[in-house]
Structure formats: structure tokens, C-alpha cells
Nanobody, 123 residues
Framework: QVQLVESGGGLVQAGGSLRLSCAAS????????MGWFRQAPGKERDFVAGISWNGGTTSYADSVKGRFTISKDNTKKMVYLQMNSLKPEDTAVYYCNALRRYTSSYYDSSDYWGAGTQVTVSS
């Protein structure tokens, strides 16, 4: 099993940056691909970014390409999401997930979710 705790959210002006962190516990963490998802009020939870177990493959939703960067540190059991050039439409609760399956064009989320961290971007 994997337990996940997100942090780093907050209130930022449009054009600003935030770095989200996801701390994991569990011996199997290094073998998991990881993903970041987000959910805005009244909307479904959407995929934002994914990274393979060794960090060699990453993928992004079209809406964040060129602005967000996902990274993974297996020694520290951490996953990060660097978010630059933030827009008001990026406002959401952000969650990390230990993916059940992942390739650059496919992902399958697992039941391992954190509680989320709120990101609010003001215009």
C-alpha cells in the first residue's frame, strides 16, 4: 500500500508559480508511476500530469503543457508538480495518485489518493 499527502497549495496571482509536493509512504513507492489530477468545483477530477516509475517518461494534459513540470524522487519518496504561468482556470484541488498503469498515452488511476491541496489563482 501507498499513503499520499499533498502540500504546497495556496493563493497566487495569475502569472505566478507554485510547487506542489506529494509525500509518499510505503515500500513499493519506487515501483509506481505517479500522477497529478485536479478537480474544480462542480467538475470531474481530471488528469494533469503523469510520470513513469523511474521518471523516464512524462505526459501532460494539453491545458498545462509548457507550463507545468512533474518530477519524482524515489530516494525521498516524493513527487512534485512545478506550476508556472498560472491562470485562473488552474484553480482547483490538486491530488496525487499512485497509478495502476501508465504509458505516455495511457493512464489508469488506482485507489491510492491523497486528501488534496487547494490552488487558487486570482486574476
Amino acid at each position: 500500500q501507498v499513503q499520499l499527502v499533498e502540500s504546497g497549495g495556496g493563493l497566487v496571482q495569475a502569472g505566478g508559480s507554485l510547487r506542489l509536493s506529494c509525500a509518499a509512504s510505503g515500500r513499493a513507492f519506487s515501483s509506481y508511476a505517479m500522477g497529478w489530477f485536479r478537480q474544480a468545483p462542480g467538475k470531474e477530477r481530471d488528469f494533469v500530469a503523469g510520470i513513469s516509475w523511474n521518471g523516464g517518461t512524462t505526459s501532460y494534459a494539453d491545458s498545462v503543457k509548457g507550463r507545468f513540470t512533474i518530477s519524482k524522487d524515489n530516494t525521498k519518496k516524493m513527487v512534485y508538480l512545478q506550476m508556472n504561468s498560472l491562470k485562473p482556470e488552474d484553480t482547483a484541488v490538486y491530488y496525487c495518485n499512485a497509478l495502476r498503469r501508465y504509458t505516455s498515452s495511457y493512464y489508469d488511476s488506482s485507489d491510492y489518493w491523497g486528501a488534496g491541496t487547494q490552488v487558487t489563482v486570482s486574476s
